[in-house]
C-alpha cells in the first residue's frame, strides 16, 4: 500500500530535532520509500514539530495548515510527529483535522503501521505513546555532508522552571556509547561532528551510574573519520577539571563551549531552578580562560523572566560586560503552561521584555566586535562552508562559530573546496563577521 508512496519531511525546531527527523528520514529510506524534497509531489508529508514556546506552536500549526493545502494537487496524508503531538495531542487531534496521522517523540518506528491503517480504513490515527523509546540509525544527513549533529542524549532532569522539556521529552536518557560510535562512524567523513543533547554534559549518568562525557569524548576523538568536534549545551554546573582538562590537550575538540546560562543574578537564578551563581559563573570563565587560552565561549540568557526587576536587568548587563563571551542568544520570557514559573508574579509585560532583550543585543555587539577585531592582522583555520554569492567569495567557520547561532568567516581565495580547512589571514571584522584571504589570494583586502 506505501510501496510506491514518496515522502516528503520538514523538520521544525532545534538541531536535536533535526537528528530525530533525519533518523525518521532513515526509516523510511531503509524501507525503501522514495523521498522528495519538493513537498507538492509528495503523497506523504511528515511535519516534525517543536513545542518549547508559544512562538514554536504557531510555527508549527501555520506549516501544518500550508502542507494541508498540498491536498489539493498529490498529497494523500499528513503526518505530525515530535513534540507538539506529544505533549499536546489532547488539544491537538479533534481541532486539527487536516493531520491523518499523528506519533509522539518516540513513536517513529510506529509510522508505517499507522500510515498503513490509516489508508485501510480511511480514518485518522492516534498512534502517540504507542511506541518505545529505542535507539533508531541509520540517518539521512540533512546538513551540508562535512558536518553532522550527533545527539548523545534526550530529555533532561533539570527541571528549570520556565521550560517544558521534561515535560516533553522525559527525563534524561543517554544513548550506549557503542551505537553512538557506530552512528558517528556511519556518517562518513566528517570535518566538524557537532555533540548536543538537552544537557550533553550529563552523559552516562543515567546509564552508566557515573558521568562519562569525558570517556565518550575520547572515544569519537579515535575515529579515523572525524576531523573535529564541537560541543554545545554544557550546562555549568557540570563541567569538570576531567572536561575541561580534555578539551585544553585533545587536539581533535574546537576551543569553543556552548554553556547556556539563562540569568546572571542570584534571586532569579534560584527562581529559574538553574544550579549555579553569577559568582560561580564568572569563577567557571576564568578557569576556562586559564586552562584554554582563546577559548571562545557563547550563551543564552532569558531576560523578562517574572519578577525581575530593573537592577537585575542591570546587573544583566553588567554581567555580560564582565564576562566578556564572544556571542550570546538573548530571549523573551515566554509564558509557558505547566511550568513552575507560569504562576509566578509579576508577570513582566511584553514591551519590557522586549526593550531589555534589544539593550542585550546592543550590548553583547560591542562585545563580540571588540573579541573579534584581536584577530585582525592574525591567520586562523576555517572550515569552507561553500560560497556566497552574492558577496562573491567563500563562506566558512572558525572554531569560533557553530552553525546557524553564531557568525561566520568571508574570505578570499584562489580556491577552495566545501568541507577542507583553509589558513584565512583576518583583514577585517564586524560584531558578528570575519573577513579575510588566504595566502594564495592575489586581489584586494577587504575594505
Same mark, same amino acid.
Given at each position: 500500500?506505501?510501496?510506491?508512496?514518496?515522502?516528503?519531511?520538514?523538520?521544525?525546531?532545534?538541531?536535536?530535532? @533535526?537528528?530525530?527527523?533525519?533518523?525518521?528520514?532513515?526509516?523510511?529510506?531503509?524501507?525503501?520509500?522514495?523521498?522528495?524534497?519538493?513537498?507538492?509531489?509528495?503523497?506523504? &508529508?511528515?511535519?516534525?514539530?517543536?513545542?518549547?514556546?508559544?512562538?514554536?506552536?504557531?510555527?508549527?500549526?501555520?506549516?501544518?495548515?500550508?502542507?494541508?493545502?498540498?491536498?489539493?494537487?498529490?498529497?494523500?496524508?499528513?503526518?505530525?510527529?515530535?513534540?507538539?503531538?506529544?505533549?499536546?495531542?489532547?488539544?491537538?487531534?479533534?481541532?486539527?483535522?487536516?493531520?491523518?496521522?499523528?506519533?509522539?517523540?518516540?513513536?517513529?518506528?510506529?509510522?508505517?503501521?499507522?500510515?498503513?491503517?490509516?489508508?485501510?480504513?480511511?480514518?485518522?490515527?492516534?498512534?502517540?505513546?504507542?511506541?518505545?523509546?529505542?535507539?533508531?540509525?541509520?540517518?539521512?544527513?540533512?546538513?551540508?555532508?562535512?558536518?553532522?549533529?550527533?545527539?548523545?542524549?534526550?530529555?533532561?532532569?533539570?527541571?528549570?522552571?520556565?521550560?517544558?522539556?521534561?515535560?516533553? @521529552?522525559?527525563?534524561?536518557?543517554?544513548?550506549?556509547?557503542?551505537?553512538?560510535?557506530?552512528?558517528?562512524?556511519?556518517?562518513?567523513?566528517?570535518?566538524?561532528?557537532?555533540?548536543?543533547?538537552?544537557?550533553?554534559?550529563? $552523559?552516562?549518568?543515567?546509564?552508566?551510574?557515573?558521568?562519562?562525557? &569525558?570517556?565518550?569524548?575520547?572515544?569519537?576523538?579515535?575515529?579515523?573519520?572525524?576531523?573535529?568536534?564541537?560541543?554545545?549545551?554544557?550546562?555549568?554546573?557540570?563541567?569538570?577539571?576531567?572536561?575541561?582538562?580534555?578539551?585544553?590537550?585533545?587536539?581533535?575538540?574546537?576551543?569553543?563551549?556552548?554553556?547556556?546560562?539563562?540569568?546572571?543574578?542570584?534571586?532569579?537564578?534560584?527562581?529559574?531552578?538553574?544550579?549555579?551563581?553569577?559568582?560561580?559563573?564568572?569563577?567557571?570563565?576564568?578557569?576556562?580562560?586559564?586552562?584554554?587560552?582563546?577559548?571562545?565561549?557563547?550563551?543564552?540568557?532569558?531576560?523578562?523572566?517574572?519578577?525581575?526587576?530593573?537592577?537585575?536587568?542591570?546587573?544583566?548587563?553588567?554581567?555580560?560586560?564582565?564576562?566578556?563571551?564572544?556571542?550570546?542568544?538573548?530571549?523573551?520570557?515566554? @509564558?509557558?503552561?505547566?511550568?513552575?514559573? $507560569?504562576?509566578?508574579?509579576?508577570?513582566?509585560?511584553?514591551?519590557?521584555?522586549?526593550?531589555?532583550?534589544?539593550?542585550?543585543?546592543?550590548?553583547?555587539?560591542?562585545?563580540?566586535?571588540?573579541?573579534?577585531?584581536?584577530?585582525?592582522?592574525?591567520?586562523?583555520?576555517?572550515?569552507?562552508?561553500?560560497?556566497?554569492?552574492?558577496?562573491?567569495?567563500?563562506?566558512?567557520?572558525?572554531?569560533?562559530?557553530?552553525?546557524?547561532?553564531?557568525?561566520? &568567516?568571508?574570505?578570499?581565495?584562489?580556491?577552495?573546496?566545501?568541507?577542507?580547512? $583553509?589558513?584565512?589571514?583576518?583583514? @577585517?571584522?564586524?560584531?558578528?563577521?570575519?573577513?579575510?584571504?588566504?595566502?594564495?589570494?592575489?586581489?584586494?583586502?577587504?575594505?
Amino acid at each position: 500500500m506505501l510501496s510506491k508512496k514518496k515522502f516528503g519531511v520538514i523538520s521544525l525546531g532545534c538541531d536535536k530535532n @533535526r537528528v530525530d527527523s533525519e533518523k525518521l528520514l532513515g526509516l523510511i529510506k531503509e524501507r525503501g520509500y522514495t523521498l522528495t524534497d519538493d513537498l507538492s509531489k509528495a503523497e506523504i &508529508v511528515i511535519v516534525n514539530t517543536c513545542a518549547f514556546l508559544q512562538e514554536a506552536r504557531e510555527e508549527a500549526i501555520s506549516t501544518i495548515l500550508e502542507c494541508a493545502d498540498y491536498k489539493k494537487g498529490k498529497l494523500q496524508k499528513l503526518v505530525v510527529t515530535g513534540c507538539l503531538p506529544q505533549k499536546f495531542i489532547d488539544e491537538l487531534y479533534l481541532p486539527l483535522e487536516e493531520a491523518d496521522v499523528f506519533l509522539g517523540i518516540n513513536d517513529y518506528e510506529k509510522i508505517f503501521e499507522a500510515l498503513e491503517k490509516s489508508y485501510r480504513e480511511g480514518t485518522r490515527q492516534n498512534y502517540v505513546g504507542k511506541g518505545k523509546d529505542g535507539y533508531i540509525r541509520p540517518r539521512v544527513i540533512t546538513t551540508d555532508e562535512h558536518y553532522a549533529y550527533l545527539k548523545i542524549a534526550d530529555g533532561c532532569y533539570n527541571h528549570c522552571t520556565y521550560c517544558l522539556i521534561p515535560k516533553i @521529552r522525559g527525563k534524561y536518557r543517554s544513548y550506549p556509547m557503542e551505537e553512538l560510535l557506530r552512528e558517528a562512524e556511519e556518517l562518513g567523513d566528517v570535518a566538524e561532528l557537532i555533540v548536543v543533547a538537552q544537557d550533553s554534559t550529563r $552523559y552516562g549518568e543515567d546509564l552508566y551510574g557515573e558521568n562519562r562525557f &569525558v570517556e565518550l569524548l575520547q572515544a569519537l576523538s579515535a575515529l579515523e573519520n572525524i576531523q573535529k568536534i564541537r560541543l554545545l549545551y554544557c550546562y555549568p554546573d557540570v563541567i569538570s577539571d576531567k572536561l575541561i582538562e580534555e578539551v585544553a590537550t585533545n587536539d581533535k575538540i574546537l576551543k569553543y563551549m556552548d554553556i547556556p546560562l539563562q540569568h546572571s543574578e542570584n534571586r532569579v537564578l534560584k527562581l529559574m531552578n538553574r544550579k549555579g551563581t553569577r559568582e560561580s559563573y564568572l569563577a567557571l570563565f576564568k578557569k576556562l580562560r586559564s586552562c584554554i587560552p582563546g577559548i571562545a565561549i557563547r550563551s543564552t540568557f532569558i531576560s523578562g523572566f517574572p519578577t525581575e526587576t530593573e537592577d537585575e536587568f542591570e546587573g544583566m548587563l553588567q554581567f555580560i560586560q564582565e564576562a566578556k563571551l564572544i556571542n550570546c542568544g538573548f530571549f523573551a520570557y515566554s @509564558r509557558e503552561p505547566d511550568t513552575g514559573a $507560569y504562576r509566578l508574579k509579576p508577570q513582566i509585560h511584553h514591551a519590557t521584555k522586549k526593550r531589555r532583550v534589544r539593550a542585550l543585543y546592543e550590548a553583547q555587539a560591542e562585545i563580540s566586535a571588540n573579541i573579534l577585531s584581536d584577530f585582525v592582522g592574525k591567520e586562523i583555520e576555517v572550515l569552507c562552508d561553500g560560497i556566497d554569492y552574492e558577496k562573491g567569495c567563500f563562506v566558512g567557520r572558525g572554531y569560533f562559530s557553530a552553525p546557524d547561532i553564531d557568525g561566520k &568567516v568571508y574570505f578570499h581565495a584562489a580556491e577552495a573546496a566545501q568541507g577542507e580547512y $583553509y589558513k584565512v589571514r583576518v583583514e @577585517r571584522t564586524d560584531s558578528y563577521d570575519v573577513y579575510g584571504s588566504t595566502k594564495d589570494y592575489e586581489g584586494e583586502e577587504w575594505k
